[in-house]
């Protein structure tokens, strides 16, 4: 993995700040593009733009890669223009003069899809783009900027000349070296100026590092493996196929030395300066993505301190989905790490009944607990809340917080109409949590003798065999 999001160290970064360079995954920043307003994603922090990095941040090292180049010229659009060379070779052979406009024609619509392929890479996209997508009307442009390079480079190499043999040798090696860099420069900027300064290039594979010369190495190689192709099958095909084999595999393994300088750009992207394409996930609705956005935020902001707005972020979102649950937790969860006494003695009990009514007492009882710990037992004034917390709390196996919650009810609220199965969830927590069945045997009679209607008659007497069971098993 790259960049690590700097809030979740497990997680690939995605976003990038432009303002204070902090990295986040797609958890901080939930939604897509259109989720934003003017589609721009900004930071939290500091209200700048974010830049999309997950292409490149997930780009594996360009080696590791072998296998996903030569898959990539295999896919439709490159087969298409590999097609489309063979078709013109077989064509060239019976059209005499004419032949040469076709061959100019079809090298410029070759070099335009080579051009594209190392542009859309460097800039995250890792489908080839299709036949389509190169008849941009720029193939013209590009036939003639490539000609232009030609010329420039054939025009240096006369100046050389006349510096002797010697000079001529240095001057063919770094023309060899640079030629990788020269291409990627035109694909990314369109710029023959860019491409042919040597300067420009020089600084380029300083950007790339060491991993340029390897790309140098493999592009040389495979753009040799037609050469070596054609003796392997003179002989062996009719005469009129072998030039548009020829023309398929050169075009071929064209497209898979593009796909190699177009990879190794995506993998150097932000210090190249490209534009990344967005890797963008789904469309949210807009209540869903306010939700995750404010959960996301208030998370954020409360790592870097700064409580109130989180706060504000929190409440704002429970004006308008009051019932969520991970809103609610959230909330109280900030409440317990801003240690703010005041508002959880006012507001904790509501949070922790508004669990309760969501059908999510177990959390009301882990956020109790939690309470509990770092600031004491929370009063809580209602019966039935104090039961049914009492109740979850049971259920987890936390006897003593759950004894303290409901031990006094029956003084405290001697009208409370659940004291029966109160009365029941108070023996089951001395028998269960501290063994003292004596304790649970009378509170079982209390409750036989003190509602004999009750709908708990039925548990309170199987508790009963329960407990006369574990007493005759007891030695005398």
């Given at each position: 993995m790259g960049t690590a999001c700097h809030y979740h160290s497990a997680a690939p970064a995605v976003w990038q700040c432009t303002g204070c360079s902090k990295d986040y995954c797609g958890d901080c920043v939930p939604g897509a593009v259109d989720n934003y307003y003017q589609s721009t994603p900004k930071c939290v922090l500091c209200n700048k733009r974010l830049e999309n990095v997950g292409a490149?941040?997930?780009?594996?090292?360009?080696?590791?890669?072998?296998?996903?180049?030569?898959?990539?010229?295999?896919?439709?659009?490159?087969?298409?223009?590999?097609?489309?060379?063979?078709?013109?070779?077989?064509?060239?052979?019976?059209?005499?003069?004419?032949?040469?406009?076709?061959?100019?024609?079809?090298?410029?619509?070759?070099?335009?899809?080579?051009?594209?392929?190392?542009?859309?890479?460097?800039?995250?996209?890792?489908?080839?783009?299709?036949?389509?997508?190169?008849?941009?009307?720029?193939?013209?442009?590009?036939?003639?900027?490539?000609?232009?390079?030609?010329?420039?480079?054939?025009?240096?190499?006369?100046?050389?000349?006349?510096?002797?043999?010697?000079?001529?040798?240095?001057?063919?090696?770094?023309?060899?070296?640079?030629?990788?860099?020269?291409m990627i420069?035109?694909?990314?900027?369109?710029?023959?100026?860019?491409?042919?300064?040597p300067l420009k290039l020089l600084h380029f594979t300083l950007i790339i590092g060491w991993p340029y010369w390897l790309l140098w190495l493999s592009t040389s190689a495979v753009s040799a493996a037609p050469a070596l192709l054609l003796p392997a099958v003179v002989g062996k095909l009719p005469v009129w196929?072998?030039?548009?084999?020829?023309?398929?595999?050169?075009?071929?393994?064209?497209?898979?030395?593009?796909?190699?300088?177009?990879?190794?750009?995506?993998?150097?992207?932000?210090?190249?300066?490209?534009?990344?394409?967005?890797?963008?996930?789904?469309?949210?609705?807009?209540?869903?993505?306010?939700?995750?956005?404010?959960?996301?935020?208030?998370?954020?902001?409360?790592?870097?301190?700064?409580?109130?707005?989180?706060?504000?972020?929190?409440?704002?979102?429970?004006?308008?989905?009051?019932?969520?649950?991970?809103?609610?937790?959230?909330?109280?969860?900030?409440?317990?790490?801003?240690?703010d006494k005041k508002a959880l003695r006012e507001l904790g009990p509501h949070l922790l009944e508004r669990f309760v009514k969501l059908n999510q007492a177990h959390k009301a009882a882990e956020l109790y607990l939690a309470?509990?710990?770092?600031?004491?037992?929370?009063?809580?004034?209602?019966?039935?809340l104090r039961h049914q917390i009492a109740e979850a709390l049971y259920r987890q196996r936390q006897f003593k917080p759950a004894l303290a919650l409901i031990n006094n009810l029956h003084k405290e609220d001697p009208h409370y109409t659940r004291l029966d199965s109160a009365y029941l969830l108070l023996a089951k927590i001395y028998m269960d949590g501290f063994n003292r069945t004596d304790n649970s045997r009378k509170l079982l009679a209390f409750v036989r003798s003190k509602f004999p209607k009750s709908a708990v008659l039925g548990e309170v007497k199987q508790l009963e065999t329960i407990l006369a069971a574990e007493k005759d098993t007891q030695p005398a």
């Open positions: 490149s941040n997930k780009a594996k090292p360009f080696w590791q890669m072998a296998p996903f180049y030569f898959r990539y010229a295999f896919s439709a659009g490159p087969l298409t223009i590999s097609a489309i060379c063979a078709v013109a070779a077989l064509a060239m052979t019976g059209l005499g003069f004419l032949s040469i406009f076709v061959f100019v024609a079809t090298l410029a619509v070759v070099m335009r899809y080579n051009l594209l392929v190392i542009e859309k890479l460097a800039a995250g996209q890792l489908q080839a783009p299709s036949f389509g997508d190169a008849q941009d009307g720029r193939s013209a442009a590009v036939f003639a900027k490539v000609i232009g390079m030609i010329l420039v480079a054939g025009g240096a190499g006369v100046l050389f000349a006349m510096l002797g043999e010697g000079a001529v040798q240095v001057y063919s090696i770094a023309l060899s070296l640079l030629a990788p860099a020269a420069v035109l694909a990314l900027e369109h710029s023959m100026r860019a491409a042919v300064n196929l072998l030039l548009p084999l020829v023309a398929f595999v050169t075009s071929y393994f064209s497209i898979v030395t593009s796909a190699m300088m177009g990879y190794i750009c995506l993998t150097r992207q932000r210090k190249l300066g490209v534009a990344a394409q967005v890797e963008d996930e789904e469309f949210l609705e807009a209540l869903e993505f306010d939700r995750l956005k404010a959960l996301a935020d208030a998370g954020i902001l409360l790592r870097e301190g700064r409580h109130e707005e989180a706060r504000k972020t929190l409440v704002t979102v429970l004006r308008q989905q009051p019932d969520d649950i991970a809103l609610n937790e959230r909330y109280y969860r900030l409440l317990l790490a801003t240690d309470t509990t710990r770092s600031h004491g037992a929370p009063t809580i004034d209602k019966s039935l």
